[in-house]
T-cell receptor, first 114, second 113 residues
C-alpha cells in the first residue's frame, strides 16, 4: 500500500510571499502523484499531477511541484501567494497498476495573511 | 463545476437509520470512487466501481455498501448509522480505471444525531 505524509498541518504566509507545502510518500510500487485543493464547503479540485516525464510539473493558479524520486517527495510551491489561495491542500498518490485509488495526506491548511 | 453531481448536499439522520447517497459521474466517465472525509480519519478511500463492476475496496465498513448502475450512476448505502459515521462523503469519477485524473463532486455532508 501507499502512504503520504504532509509535514505541516498549517502554514501561514503573507500575501505576495513565496510558499512551499511539503509532501513525502511511501510506496513499494511506482506511483502517480497529485495535489488537490479544497476551498471551504467545496469538493476537491486538481491542482497538478505527475504521471511521468519532466519532474517539474506546472498546474493551475500559478502552482508548481517537483517530483524527487530519491527523496520520495513531491513538494508544492508558488512564488507569490494571493488571499484567494487560502484553502486546504492535499497531496495524494495512486499506484500505477492494480488498485489505483488515491491515498491522501492529512492536508495542509494554507492561510494567506493580508 | 467538475461535472460530478452528488445528492443530497446535506443529510441529517438519527442513529440506527439507513441512508442512500447518490453520485452521477461526468459524462463518459466509467469509474466511480467513493471517499469519506472526517476530522479524525482524514480522507479515506471506500470503494471503486468500473463500468458496473466492483474493482477495489478500501476501509469500507460492512454496514456500508455501494453499487453502480447500467447508466453509470452510483449509490452508497449506509445502514445502522452511528454517530461516528458523520462525515463528508465524496464521489469522484474518471474516464477509465487508471485514475490518472479523478474529478470530485461537492460531497454529501452526513450528520448522524
Amino acid at each position: 500500500a501507499q502512504s503520504v505524509t504532509q509535514l505541516d498541518s498549517q502554514v501561514p504566509v503573507f500575501e505576495e510571499a513565496p510558499v512551499e507545502l511539503r509532501c513525502n510518500y511511501s510506496s513499494s510500487v511506482s506511483v502517480y502523484l497529485f495535489w488537490y485543493v479544497q476551498y471551504p464547503n467545496q469538493g476537491l479540485q486538481l491542482l497538478l499531477k505527475y504521471l511521468s516525464g519532466s519532474t517539474l510539473v506546472k498546474g493551475i493558479n500559478g502552482f508548481e511541484a517537483e517530483f524527487n524520486k530519491s527523496q520520495t517527495s513531491f513538494h508544492l510551491r508558488k512564488p507569490s501567494v494571493h488571499i484567494s489561495d487560502t484553502a486546504e491542500y492535499f497531496c495524494a498518490v495512486s499506484a500505477q497498476t492494480g488498485a489505483n485509488n488515491l491515498f491522501f495526506g492529512t492536508g495542509t491548511r494554507l492561510t494567506v495573511i493580508p | 463545476d467538475s461535472g460530478v453531481t452528488q445528492t443530497p448536499k446535506h443529510l441529517i439522520t438519527a442513529t440506527g437509520q439507513r441512508v442512500t447517497l447518490r453520485c452521477s459521474p461526468r459524462s463518459g466517465d466509467l469509474s466511480v470512487y467513493w471517499y469519506q472525509q472526517s476530522l479524525d480519519q482524514g480522507l479515506q478511500f471506500l470503494i471503486h466501481y468500473y463500468n458496473g463492476e466492483e474493482r477495489a475496496k478500501g476501509n469500507i465498513l460492512e454496514r456500508f455498501s455501494a453499487q453502480q448502475f447500467p447508466d453509470l450512476h452510483s449509490e452508497l448505502n449506509l445502514s445502522s448509522l452511528e454517530l461516528g459515521d458523520s462525515a463528508l462523503y465524496f464521489c469522484a469519477s474518471s474516464v477509465d480505471a487508471g485514475n490518472t485524473e479523478a474529478f470530485f463532486g461537492q460531497g454529501t455532508r452526513l450528520t448522524v444525531v
